[in-house]
């Protein structure tokens, strides 16, 4: 039986100490198609202005994590970080996915969705979530995006307290703004 080159032999390598404990997701990335629109949308929505806003991508502080977006197609290609400090890996879609993304795209486009269901051509559908700590919170955002004419997904009450609200983005990307009370740890 051949062996596969790719796996790594475990039983040969040597007892490595155990990493420390992860503390929380630092980053949450979305592939956008018009990084400009989406960048004004973020700032406009989130009532933020951008740490960071290039032809690439955005960045935006959210306490201890960072929603970054990323223009479609510009983080293919490894990159290359001054004075020798390193490589970020290239990331997103494939070349034949991003082909399927872009030709159903509406890119440039910096109206609301009319649909942001995921039977809908050139959408992303992403999900992330946004924490807040107390239901109440939920609805004070639910009537900021009424009143910022961000389409509303969606709503739920959860068993534990928590409150969800939902929203889609210029990109059909799912957002999330949620309280404490929505999953066992938080």
Same mark, same amino acid.
């Given at each position: 039986?051949?062996?596969?080159?790719?796996?790594?032999?475990?039983?040969?390598?040597?007892?490595?100490?155990?990493?420390?404990?992860?503390?929380?997701?630092?980053?949450?990335?979305?592939?956008?198609?018009?990084?400009?629109?989406?960048?004004?949308?973020?700032?406009?929505?989130?009532?933020?202005?951008?740490?960071?806003?290039?032809?690439?991508?955005? =960045?935006?502080?959210? /306490? $201890?994590?960072? !929603?970054? &977006?990323?223009?479609? %197609?510009?983080? @293919?290609?490894? +990159?290359?970080? #001054?004075?020798?400090?390193?490589?970020?890996? =290239?990331?997103?879609? /494939? $070349?034949?996915? !991003?082909? &399927?993304?872009?030709? %159903?795209?509406? @890119?440039?486009? +910096?109206?609301? #969705?009319?649909?942001?269901?995921?039977?809908?051509?050139?959408?992303?559908? $992403?999900?992330?979530?946004?924490?807040?700590?107390?239901?109440?919170?939920?609805?004070?955002?639910?009537?900021?995006?009424?009143?910022?004419?961000?389409?509303?997904?969606?709503?739920?009450?959860?068993?534990?307290?928590?409150?969800?609200?939902?929203?889609?983005?210029?990109?059909?990307?799912?957002?999330?703004?949620?309280?404490?009370?929505?999953?066992?740890?938080?």
């Amino acid at each position: 039986m051949a062996q596969n080159k790719n796996k790594t032999d475990t039983s040969l390598a040597p007892a490595a100490q155990k990493p420390p404990a992860i503390s929380h997701i630092l980053e949450t990335c979305l592939m956008v198609k018009d990084i400009t629109a989406a960048t004004d949308f973020y700032k406009n929505v989130l009532g933020i202005d951008p740490f960071l806003n290039n032809a690439r991508m955005s =960045g935006f502080a959210l /306490s $201890q994590t960072t !929603l970054l &977006l990323f223009q479609l %197609g510009a983080t @293919a290609l490894d +990159s290359q970080m #001054p004075d020798n400090r390193g490589t970020i890996p =290239g990331h997103g879609p /494939s $070349q034949d996915i !991003l082909n &399927l993304l872009l030709s %159903g795209s509406d @890119a440039g486009s +910096s109206s609301h #969705p009319s649909s942001n269901r995921v039977d809908t051509p050139g959408r992303l559908n $992403q999900h992330f979530c946004l924490a807040v700590s107390a239901p109440e919170d939920v609805q004070v955002w639910e009537k900021w995006f009424e009143a910022k004419d961000v389409q509303i997904l969606g709503k739920v009450n959860w068993p534990r307290g928590g409150k969800s609200v939902y929203f889609g983005d210029l990109d059909g990307n799912v957002g999330e703004i949620a309280s404490r009370g929505i999953w066992e740890h938080y």
